[in-house]
């Protein structure tokens, strides 16, 4: 499979080396079982500036990233944080903008 490209979530966006705000960001990388651990980098900053939008989320920490199998299928595939990265998301959300209690 080839990840094609990574986009931001609904609480996360996406920045291109120079801080400017990306909607995708083009990876290009093969992955497959022999393989080993790949890394995908993203510089992130919050797409939301309100505490609700931590308060009320569920979805804001799953990466999706578009991928292509080598038959040429094709789609989406939603990549999950730990529960620890995804405090730390939180935690740098409220950090960023000020939000009361941070």
């Known amino acids: 499979m080839t990840i094609l490209d990574a986009k931001g979530t609904v609480l996360l966006g996406l920045t291109d080396e120079a801080g400017g705000a990306i909607t995708i960001m083009p990876v290009d990388l093969l992955v497959d079982a022999s393989a080993g651990d790949s890394v995908i980098r993203l510089s992130i900053v919050p797409n939301r500036c309100d505490p609700h939008a931590v308060e009320e989320d569920k979805r804001g920490t799953f990466f999706p990233l578009d991928v ?35």
């Open 68 to 102: 292509e199998t080598g038959d040429g299928r094709s789609g989406m595939v939603y990549i999950a944080v730990s529960d620890e990265v995804r405090c730390g998301f939180y935690e740098f959300y409220a950090d960023y903008r000020g939000l009361p209690g941070s």
